[in-house]
C-alpha cells in the first residue's frame, strides 16, 4: 500500500524523513530536501502460523450444547440397552428423577449430557459458534425482524374456529 509524498503530492512515497523538523512520508525525488531516516515497510500477510493461531482462537470460540431432541435418545437407547431408569440414573451417579425428566423433555446441562453420553455410547452433544443466528426471518435471511414477532404475535393471538 503506497502513501502519497507530503511535499509534492506524489503516489510512490516509500521513504521516511526529517525535513525542516518535522518527520514526512516522501518520495526519492523529495528525499534531497531533508534527512532520510528510513523506508516505509510494507504490511506483512499474515503467517501460516498466524494463520493457524486464529483458527485454534475460532475453535475455541465454539461452546457445547445438548441436542434438542436428546430426550428420545436418551429413551430409545436405555430400552435397546434393556436399562430401567434406575439402572441408568446409577450409571451416571444421577437421581432418578433426573433421568425420567430428560426423557420427558427437560434438557440438562452439558455435564450430566455427557455422562449420559459415556453411559449409553450415543452423541447427545455438538459444538456450536455463539455467535450463529439461530432464528431466521419469514422471508429465509437474517434475523427475526420485529415485523415477523408481529406477524406471529397476531397469529396467536387470532380466535380458532
Known sequence: MQQGCDICGRSDAHLKAKVAGMDAVVCDRCANLG????????????????????????????????????GAKV????????????DLAKRIS??????????????????IAKKLEHALQIRLT???NPNEQEYTSGRGA????LGDIMTIKKRSDRPSK
Do not use: C, N, Y
Open 35 to 70: 534527512v532520510v531516516t528510513g523506508e516505509i515497510e510494507e504490511p506483512k500477510k499474515p503467517s501460516e502460523a498466524k494463520r493457524i493461531e486464529q483458527k485454534k482462537a475460532e475453535i475455541v470460540q465454539r461452546v457445547t450444547e445438548v441436542v434438542e431432541d436428546i
Open 94 to 111: 444421577e437421581h432418578e428423577s433426573m433421568v425420567k425428566r430428560i426423557e420427558h423433555g427437560f434438557i440438562p446441562s452439558p455435564d
Open 142 to 145: 437474517g434475523a427475526l425482524t
Open 75 to 86: 429413551h430409545k437407547k436405555r430400552e435397546e440397552l434393556g436399562l430401567t431408569q434406575e
Open 126 to 128: 455438538e459444538l456450536v
